[in-house]
């Protein structure tokens, strides 16, 4: 089922079908129920866990997680394990979506990107269910991007405010998701390995969908399950790169200025024992869907195809810039229809007052980037269907666009100062329609070049 509502409505021209055709088709190929019916088996007695075989003996598998993706994570897992091999468990999400629910494992409701009272809530559900597994029992732990925000239990004197108020400041700073969760890990209880911690005794068996660039898979959901090699220094590090020693609230900047002193705990580190008995397998990440996308338009006949990176980052309006200038590059290079894509996760520093999201702020970015250039279009695609404001998955334009801007009277520059790109792709007819996917692997840029 294509989770871009309006694609009939944007497909006015070749590119422009395209582009979209190739998201469909990059959000299809890291759908949940595919990738955990290749990586969760069950044979006899024996459970595969990706590489990973582990006898059961008669007994169950208890699963939780967090993230964006928990819901149709869990009930991919249930399916391939079958209800009758689930003892129970627990995962939390902000979004249940619109597809079935699983039968033994609750499905519990938090918020994103800023943590709320009921996401304080569920987890402390979820740790109590957690704490009465039985011991050498089997958990599957599912991650998936948001759990940051998700799963919320405040460490030490910090509270919920101070996590709310942090979190916002370094939403707006335009830190970069791995700056953020090296934060974040040092003011939770149950984040930066403290979930595997919580579970030694017990065969852990984590499951991830990636959202993280940099390839540091500790930083998916800021690593619950996984050895955590950041420290109260590095988050102090962090505050101090991006002025924010005074947005800050005082008891969350006490809290790190502490740990760095020695006298708090440090989250566990690689080598620690409570790893012993875990595992890591990673169902998909920012290249899965940029290959599937490319994979897609070879086989709609575009013989020229250039990936240009997974790992886009920086400000959304600088990458918007960049990559502008590669569009050029390959449209003088080469003539005929061709395709350039990108994946990443961009950042955006807020000084306005608007609405909008990475990838409403790089298309608008684009629109002058790409004015005049024929046959061209750009999607820019939130592979959650959730570009920040919901119902937005991002948007596309194309080398039509500023014309239709200046037509319209549209003040391009002036909502883009005010950070009100969600308004600006509205009154554009460029805006992205999308439904929650399911999935949360990277954010997609796809261009389409030399389409007449």
Known sequence: MPFIRNRNALATTPARALALELAEAAVAAVTLGALMARHLRLLGDTLLVGRRRVRLNGGGVWVFGAGKAAAPMATAAEAALGPGLVRGGAVITNDPGDGPLPDRIRVLRSSHPVPDAAGVAATAELLALMDDVPAGAVVLWLLSGGASAIMTAPAGDVSLADKQETTRALLRSGATIDEMNTVRKHLSAVKGGQIARRLTGRRLFTLAISDIISGRLEMIGSGPTLPDPTTYDDALAVIARHGLQQAIPVDALHHLQEGAAGDLPETPKPGDPCFASTSFTLLAGPGTALATAAKAAREAGYRRVTVLTDELAGEAATAARHFGQALRYHARAYRGPQVVLAA?????????????????????????????????????????????????????????????????????????????????????????????????????????????
Do not use: S, Y
Request: aromatic share 0%; net charge negative.
């Open 344 to 452: 990443g996760e961009t950042t955006v520093t807020v000084r306005g007052n608007g609405q909008g999201g990475r990838n409403q702020e790089m298309a608008a970015a684009l629109i002058d980037e790409v004015a005049g250039m024929p046959g061209c279009a750009v999607a820019c695609i939130a592979t959650d269907g959730q570009d920040f404001v919901p119902g937005a998955g991002g948007a596309l334009v194309d080398g039509e666009t500023a014309a239709l801007a200046a037509e319209l009277g549209v003040d391009v520059a002036g909502l883009r100062a005010d950070n009100d790109t969600h308004r600006l792709h509205r009154a554009l007819g460029t805006l992205v329609e999308a439904d929650a996917t399911g999935t949360n692997v990277c954010d997609l840029v796809i261009a389409v070049l030399g389409e007449r």
